[in-house]
């Protein structure tokens, strides 16, 4: 398992599972957080996990900031022909990604082995 923690009070941590990566959030993906979280994001697409599973049931404040990381990791494993599943959030995180219009581009699933499943029954 790999981690970072920040000054901004994020931490991200990931384990890599059957070519799978859980990445894992904890704490405010903000204006002050998101810059880390796009490096972190970047870190584990560009080590080779292209298919992410993105825990953000202790997320408990996404801003507009923090939905731009969310998009930035999205355009990242898309464009290395993989996919991203978000799963566990809060009720209100997920409402904002699926008033965002993000539910149309990636999946959200209600636990990390639905987000898991989701990205073997696309990918293999």
């Known amino acids: ?22 990445v894992q959030l904890r704490g405010h993906l903000d204006g002050n957080s998101h810059i880390a979280a796009e490096t972190y994001f970047k870190m584990v697409v560009t080590s080779g996990s292209t298919r992410v599973v993105l825990d953000l049931a202790q997320v408990d404040f996404i801003s507009s900031a923090g939905l731009r990381a969310v998009i930035s990791l999205l355009k990242l494993v898309k464009g290395n022909h993989g996919g991203l599943a978000v799963c566990a959030s809060q009720p209100h995180v997920t409402q904002l990604l699926e008033f965002s219009g993000l539910k149309t581009l990636l999946s959200i699933a209600p636990t990390v082995d639905e987000g898991r499943a989701a990205l073997v029954a696309r990918f293999g």
């Open 1 to 22: 398992m790999a981690s970072a923690g920040n000054a901004t009070g994020l931490k991200l941590t990931h384990t890599i599972d059957n070519m799978i990566a859980l």
